[in-house]
């Protein structure tokens, strides 16, 4: 089957491992199902695997992509990305043992993909594979940051460090949908004002001062902007970091985090529960994923070139 895959890492050019040729088909463990791939779509962590972040050599090839929609014996499903270990048991995402797929197991950037049945979620009838295909990395992220974790509550003021990105977009729609008032910075005129088409009251250039401090910032960025989300937060605020993407180590500034009693927490993926708690919000509110692009399997490169440089607004979908 046609699959884009990584056979070598390259921290320095991530675009030049990307390779998409034939791979084996999977097989369905005892367990297991085999999803037909309708639609997949591109996370920052296919360009973190092409880089070799968290993806040995030892497990290569491995075929890229956390996330699909598609079909088990004509059933609709979503994939569930989180596989936890056999025997596990509770939250997936706190496992020790727990990965991605495509990082332990092959991916979904594929005509078919091996997962755990407990992973499949059934698709409802008013969301397509491509808006579906959308939600179990950036979107379901971005659900629990915000209602788990940001401790937000409707009226309350969130910034959302970036516009146009995969769960900076989610949570723009999201946060909106929950009855927050969303502020976001974008760095580009562009993006700001895509950011307000999709539910943002404001929209800032980077580092801006703000008309006044927030109650949460959704962090996916790092050391760009972590100082600035420390410095817009009002005190006892909270910010909510899922990533890192421009560097893991900015500085702590930790005589503001305890002389203005911020609250830091970390967090990750979902549950199953938390995806049907997304499911249910998107009926209820009619949201829907923002889609930047739909690519079919053989021009993915040109989906991790504009993710590399930026120049995307919302999701790129891939279609095997
Ligand atoms: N913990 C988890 O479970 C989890 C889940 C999903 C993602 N993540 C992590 O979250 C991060 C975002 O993922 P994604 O898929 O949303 O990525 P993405 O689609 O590539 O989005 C990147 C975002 O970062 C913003 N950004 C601001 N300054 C930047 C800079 N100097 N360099 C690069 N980007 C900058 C961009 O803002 P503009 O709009 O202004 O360009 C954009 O909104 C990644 O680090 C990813 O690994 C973690």
Not at 93 to 99: E, G
Not at 247 to 261: D, H, M, T
Request: proline share 7%.
């Amino acid at each position: 089957m046609l699959a884009a895959h990584v056979t070598a890492a390259d921290p320095h050019h991530p675009l030049t491992a990307l390779r998409i040729g034939e791979r084996p088909e999977p097989d369905a463990a005892d367990g297991w199902a085999v999803v037909r791939v309708e639609a997949a779509t591109l996370n920052r962590h296919d360009l973190w695997s092409l880089a070799g972040v968290g993806l040995p050599a030892e497990r290569m090839p491995m075929i890229l992509g956390t996330d699909a929609a598609g079909t088990v014996d004509g059933r609709p499903v979503i994939v569930h990305a989180v596989i936890a270990s056999p025997g596990w048991s509770g939250d997936a995402t706190l496992d020790p043992k727990r990965t991605l797929l495509s990082e332990l197991h092959q991916g979904t950037m594929a005509e078919f993909v091996a997962v755990p049945r407990a992973n499949l979620i059934d698709r409802p009838g008013w969301l397509s594979a491509e808006q579906a295909a959308c939600l179990p990395t950036a979107w379901l992220t971005a659900y629990r940051m915000l209602t788990r974790d940001s401790g937000l509550s409707a009226g309350d003021t969130v910034l959302i460090q970036g516009a146009s990105g995969g769960v900076a977009s989610a949570a723009t729609t999201l946060g909106s949908a929950l009855g927050f008032r969303v502020w976001v910075t974008g760095r580009t005129e562009a993006k700001r004002t895509a950011a307000l088409g999709r539910g943002a009251d404001a929209a800032f250039e980077p580092g801006a001062r703000l008309p006044e401090r927030v109650d949460a910032v959704i962090e996916t960025v790092g050391e760009a902007t972590w100082a600035h989300s420390l410095r817009s937060l009002r005190p006892g605020g909270t910010i909510v970091c899922a990533g890192a993407t421009s560097g893991p180590n900015p500085p702590a500034e930790l005589n503001r985090v305890f002389f203005q009693q911020l609250r830091v927490i970390g967090s990750t993926m979902g549950t199953v529960a938390e995806f049907h708690g997304l499911l249910e919000l998107m009926e209820r509110t009619g949201v829907r994923p923002g889609i930047d692009r739909v690519l079919d399997l053989p021009d993915a490169a040109e989906g991790f070139r504009a993710m590399a440089e930026g120049t995307l607004d919302g999701k790129i979908v891939i279609k095997p």
